[in-house]
C-alpha cells in the first residue's frame, strides 16, 4: 500500500480491505459492500477528511478510486492530504494565476 496517499489509505479502512489493495481495484462494482448507505457515510467521511463539498451530480460520479481522486483533484486538493495536526497544507491555484 502507498502510505503516503490519504485518499487509498481511507477508502482501504473505510471498506476494510486488505492493506495490499490496488488503487484501481477501488471500484463500486468490486466492493460487495459499496451500497447507498456505504455510499452516504463515505461522502461524509471524504467531505470531512478532505475539507471539501461534493453536489448531487458529482457524488453520482464517485463510483471509483480513480473518479474520487479526480473530484478531488478538481476541487483543488491537488495532493489529496487530510486536513489535521500532521497534515500537509492543501495545494491550490493562487487566484489570478494560470
Known amino acids: 500500500m502507498n502510505s503516503r496517499d490519504p485518499l487509498l489509505i481511507l477508502l482501504i479502512d473505510f471498506f476494510d480491505l486488505p492493506s495490499d489493495t490496488c488503487a484501481q481495484d477501488i471500484t463500486q462494482q468490486t466492493i460487495a459492500s459499496w451500497d447507498s448507505l456505504a455510499m452516504v457515510q463515505l461522502i ?3 467531505q470531512g477528511t478532505f475539507t471539501v463539498e461534493f453536489d448531487l451530480n458529482e457524488i453520482e ?3 471509483s478510486y480513480d473518479e474520487i481522486r479526480s473530484a478531488l483533484h478538481n476541487k483543488g ?3 489529496a492530504k487530510p ?3 500532521d497534515a500537509e497544507p492543501r495545494v491550490t491555484a493562487k ?4
Open 44 to 46: 461524509a467521511d471524504l
Open 61 to 63: 460520479k464517485l463510483r
Open 77 to 79: 486538493v491537488f495532493a
Open 83 to 85: 486536513t489535521g495536526e
Open 95 to 98: 487566484e489570478g494565476s494560470e
